[in-house]
């Protein structure tokens, strides 16, 4: 696709969705991100979406639909990120915003390593750890604005992932599919014990199809030290 085809078709999606209006420059680093992505991963195993216009779809507008709920400025960490969703079209749209991008996969942060210089984006820091250790770190204990994730991980693992990095007052951001609810009763309990407090819920529906659920999650109390916990146990184990 070229960059004005692609330029009309990301405006319109975001039109039809409800996104600000992106600016050219934006739309720009947009397309250069796009295109790298789709040529590394002939070598590199990141996204199994290779069709531009699902691409634009399934990662921008998705990653997106954040957006309105972050303010420019505010730092963020994605956890998760695998080849950068949602951070990456994020921090194109939040230019003022710190942002971490964590992963458990090195491989993946390497190759948004070399594309950042390519679509020139500062204050972006790729980190190679799980979730877990991290947050156990002082300097990102309870450190930022607004946590975010998509498709990591269940929600009680993904609370003991998130909250501990979230300062009090921040908020912390979960993306989830369809069929959410039941998920989300189960992981009250571990909200409650990690100083979290639902905010809102918020459905929406990309293109008028696909599905998308924000649970959004206010930090009010400090995590208690021993979350999270290490050596897998918020996968194998969650709280109950
Ligand atoms: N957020 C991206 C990637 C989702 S795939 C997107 O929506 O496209 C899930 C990613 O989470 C993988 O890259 C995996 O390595 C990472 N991951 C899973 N558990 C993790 C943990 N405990 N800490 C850090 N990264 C983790």
């Known amino acids: ?87 990456i079209p994020l921090k194109i749209i939040r230019n003022k915003s710190k942002i971490v991008l964590v992963d458990a996969v090195n491989k993946k942060l390497n190759v948004i390593r070399d594309i950042l210089p390519k679509i020139k984006i500062e204050d972006v820091k790729c980190i190679h750890s799980r979730a877990e250790d991290l947050a156990q770190s002082k300097e990102y204990r309870e450190a930022f604005d607004c946590v975010v994730s998509r498709a990591v991980s269940n929600l009680t693992t993904l609370v003991e992932y998130m909250l501990p990095f979230a300062k009090i007052g921040g908020k912390v951001i979960c993306m989830k599919g369809p069929n959410f609810e039941e998920e989300l009763k189960e992981s009250l309990k571990a909200i409650n014990i990690l100083g979290g407090k639902i905010e809102k819920k918020v459905t929406l529906k990309i293109d008028n199809v696909l599905e998308r659920n924000l649970i959004i999650i206010n930090k009010e109390n400090p995590t208690p030290k021993q979350y999270p916990r290490g050596q897998g146990k918020p996968l194998k184990n969650p709280i109950k």
């Open 1 to 87: 696709m070229e960059k004005e085809e692609f330029r009309k078709y990301i405006e319109k999606e975001c039109k039809e969705n409800n996104i600000i209006n992106l600016q050219e420059f934006e739309i720009d680093k947009l397309y250069t991100y796009m295109k790298e992505i789709l040529k590394w991963n002939e070598k590199v195993n990141l996204t199994a979406i290779k069709e531009e216009k699902e691409f634009i779809v399934k990662h921008f507008i998705d990653s997106l639909t954040i957006a309105e709920y972050i303010k420019n400025g505010e730092n963020v960490i994605d956890i998760g990120t695998g080849a950068g969703f949602p951070g």
